[in-house]
């Protein structure tokens, strides 16, 4: 039987954790644009700082 590859499930279970959070960002971002009443073409450029 094969051993299991735990850093490799880690990496994905991270992975997802941290795709779920940026799906929320962008959710919450708009959100708060249709609350202004914003197009999410006004919005202000992304903070290129920040990484996905």
Do not use: C, V
């Not at 850093?7 to 609350?35: D, G, V, W």
């Amino acid at each position: 039987m094969a051993k299991p590859n735990y850093s490799f499930e880690k990496r994905q279970r991270e992975l997802a954790k941290q795709k779920k959070k940026a799906e929320k960002e962008a959710e919450k971002a708009m959100r708060k644009r249709a609350a202004t009443g914003q197009s999410p073409d006004e919005a202000p450029p992304a903070d290129p700082d920040k990484t996905p």
